[in-house]
T-cell receptor, first 108, second 114 residues
Framework: KNEVEQSPQNLTAQEGEFITINCSYS?????LHWLQQHPGGGIVSLFM???GKKKHGRLIATINIQEKHSSLHITASHPRDSAVYIC??????????FGKGTLLTVNP | DGGITQSPKYLFRKEGQNVTLSCEQN?????MYWYRQDPGQGLRLIYY???????QKGDIAEGYSVSREKKESFPLTVTSAQKNPTAFYLC?????????????FGDGTRLSIL
């Protein structure tokens, strides 16, 4: 069993829809990252959080440490949000363990 | 602007050849990382370096080698011992601050076998 599980694997939405991507993990962590990978391959760090909730523009990330679960929400989705979203957890030695990613496609 | 530069973007290797992937950062970060990404799989750690002149094997180091002679540079050599080198390779770096810092990623190098 993978230590980091993401769902769904693929997600197709219409422009304007509210999007939720989920991440569950089975190990103790010091922080959780949400990353965005565009078709060209480069990766951008969206959030790093260890408790509660963070918001940046239309993106919101939440984490529940007791339930070992995090969600990434996108409000008012837009075609430019189409990308692979990756959840990664950081252990005590700063090493990251990655989920397999969620491919999001937002249609106009 | 500060960032991580990986080159080349695409690389082709013949059977039996060693190839070196470049990773340079101007973020003044101490730690640097190399990851491999295969379709349908999460990123996997190949090697990492916490400080100049020091590096450790990650989860899939066999068939790879690295050096860290300068703070800003962390080249990865894919040797002929790596039997399945076709993949997307990502370099990352991380600053050392209190509470931990997020990793910054390059744009990647796609390696293919001819």
């Amino acid at each position: 069993k993978n230590e980091v599980e993401q769902s769904p694997q693929n997600l197709t939405a219409q422009e304007g829809e509210f999007i939720t991507i989920n991440c569950s993990y089975s190990v103790g962590i010091s922080a959780l990252h949400w990353l965005q990978q565009h078709p060209g391959g480069g990766i951008v760090s969206l959030f790093m959080l260890s408790s509660g909730k963070k918001k940046h523009g239309r993106l919101i990330a939440t984490i529940n440490i007791q339930e070992k679960h995090s969600s990434l929400h996108i409000t008012a989705s837009h075609p430019r949000d189409s990308a692979v979203y990756i959840c990664a957890v950081r252990g005590s030695n700063y090493k990251l363990t990655f989920g397999k990613g969620t491919l999001l496609t937002v249609n106009p | 602007d500060g960032g991580i530069t990986q080159s080349p973007k695409y690389l082709f290797r013949k059977e039996g050849q060693n190839v070196t992937l470049s990773c340079e950062q101007n973020l003044n970060h101490d730690a640097m990382y190399w990851y491999r990404q295969d379709p349908g799989q999460g990123l996997r750690l190949i090697y990492y370096s916490q400080i100049v002149n020091d590096f450790q094997k990650g989860d899939i180091a066999e068939g790879y080698s690295v050096s860290r002679e300068k703070k800003e540079s962390f080249p990865l050599t894919v040797t002929s011992a790596q039997k399945n080198p076709t993949a997307f390779y990502l370099c990352a770096s991380r600053g050392s601050g209190t509470g931990g810092q997020p990793q910054h990623f390059g744009d990647g190098t796609r390696l293919s076998i001819l």
